[in-house]
């Protein structure tokens, strides 16, 4: 898309109102409590908004993970609605909701434009904004036109400002406005554009695509955290080979992992490609597979040594089937670790020496997972569980021998589950007034009597501390 096109579509705000009878969205499908806060909302005078990948997902009849929610009310008035709640962030103020069993709901307010200034510099890489804005803003400042929708329950109405229903329908990932233009201003949208492609198996547009390739070098600019914490999204997806075969293909991959490029570009990058497909398709079986028995027990250790293993193992001669020489190359696995990978990514010490164990003892234990017979000694070892868990993904990824899932899933039967009382929704969205002055009770986001979030008795009222 051309600039022009660009700014033709940013002016032209005249929203597309899709009725409920021309939508696939439905009440029945929202979560409860979400719609529990948007009620509230709308009782409270405010206009609330099911927004992003909630919606997006429920056009395409997918279970949404998060219901994030938008709203005119500001951080002040939306903590004096909702007493379960605490806000969160330094530039842009977001209120988080709790509910029981951990669920948090996230409620921000509409954000402005601001982004857009004609006068603004288009290659200042900046910050978020915090700027509160109106509905047709918060459309427009958001990243990818499938991500811009929203849902109102008053009439059961999906609103699109920016082509975002026709996208989903064509199967495209787009970004909203000029895309060199927000990719010089945040690059890290690109990162969010291949992997909502990979995760949906759309086309990523052929302006957006030629913007990422055009600017990828630009994600040096970005903070290692931030990169680090956007990668870890892809690897645990469940769709991380979809997601390596596109950042490869568009070259993201090697500016990432630039360590990765002289061996992708010699003889053996086809099958170094191969080996990478192979890994993370072993980690989206057992992440897809596992996660309908219970929780799956894959850390970030774990991810980042399947992807760094291709590499690794021509790196340092890996794997070292003799135990000493292995143990003699653990530091010079570690260095080489923290200077090719680690420090680009601002990993933590005990993750960068998590796959040092991982890579010095897979010779071993892919050995002893072959033959499922494990040595007393070795069962005693700290590091057990995850090596044993790293040798089975390897063999599943080489071999073709599928890996135990009970290795990966942690299965809580239900007479050890947490027994809860069903909690009102008058107690859920009480407000503060309500509670100085009706008695003694805990929050209902916690069983304990003390409570949580800064909350706690005093005699027979709950009081902030």
């Known amino acids: 898309m051309s600039g022009e096109v660009a700014e033709i579509r940013q002016t032209e705000r005249q929203a597309l109102i899709i009725p409920p009878e021309e939508h696939p969205v439905r009440e029945a499908d929202i979560d409860p409590d979400a719609l529990g806060i948007l009620r509230r909302l709308r009782d409270a005078g405010h206009a609330g908004y099911l927004v992003g990948g909630g919606v997006r997902d429920l056009y395409l009849g997918k279970k949404p993970k998060d219901f994030d929610i938008s709203t005119d009310a500001h951080p002040g008035q939306l903590r004096k609605i909702f007493r379960n709640s605490r806000t969160i962030g330094r530039r842009f103020r977001l209120v988080q909701i709790f509910f029981r069993d951990g669920k948090i709901i996230e409620v921000s307010t509409l954000r402005s434009q601001s982004e857009y200034d004609e006068d603004g ?19 427009f400042r958001r990243d990818l036109t499938i991500n811009s929708l929203f849902y109102e329950i008053e009439h059961q ?47 990523i547009e052929a302006a957006t695509w030629e ?73 989206d079986r057992i992440c897809s597979e596992g996660s309908k028995l219970g929780k799956v027990l894959f850390d970030d250790a774990l991810l980042f040594a399947l992807l760094l293993h291709p590499w690794a193992k021509r790196q340092f001669g890996l794997p070292q089937p003799d135990a000493k020489l292995a143990r003699r190359l653990s530091s010079t696995v570690r260095d080489g670790l923290d200077a090719a990978f680690s420090a680009r990514l601002n990993l933590p010490r005990a993750t960068l020496d998590t796959i040092t164990v991982l890579f010095i003892n897979s010779a071993v234990f892919q050995d002893c997972a072959c033959t499922g017979k494990w040595p007393g000694w070795m069962k005693k070892k700290s590091y057990f569980n995850d090596c044993a868990r790293f040798a089975a993904c390897l063999n599943e990824a080489e071999e073709g021998a599928a890996a135990d899932l009970s290795l990966f899933v942690k299965i809580l039967p239900p007479s050890s589950r947490p027994q809860q009382q069903p909690v009102s929704a008058e107690a859920v969205f009480a407000s503060p007034e309500s509670s100085r002055n009706g008695g003694s009770y805990s929050p209902a986001f916690s069983s304990s009597p003390e409570g949580i979030f800064g909350l706690r008795r005093d005699g027979v009222n709950l009081r902030l501390f």
């Not at 026709?166 to 927000?182: A, C, K, M, S, Y």
């Not at 931030?226 to 769709?239: A, T, V």
């Not at 490029?261 to 993370?280: H, I, M, T």
């Open 121 to 139: 510099d288009p290659d200042q890489v900046l910050p978020s904004n915090n700027t509160f804005g109106t509905l047709e803003e918060d459309a």
């Open 211 to 283: 913007a990422i390739v055009r600017h990828r070098d630009k994600l040096e600019l970005c903070p290692p955290s931030r990169l680090r914490d956007e990668l870890l999204k892809d690897l645990q997806s469940g769709k991380s080979r979809a997601w390596v075969e596109l950042a490869l293909e568009t070259g993201v991959f090697a500016v990432l992992f630039p360590f990765y490029s002289e061996l992708l570009n010699s003889p053996d990058g086809a099958e170094v490609k191969q080996e990478l497909a192979a890994r993370l398709s072993t980690a």
């Open 157 to 203: 109405t999906v609103i699109d400002y920016v082509g975002g229903v026709q996208d989903l329908t064509d199967g495209i990932v787009r970004l909203v406005g000029d895309p060199d233009r927000r990719i010089i201003r945040d690059p890290v949208r690109m990162l969010r554009a291949v992997r909502h492609a990979a995760r949906a198996g759309f086309t």
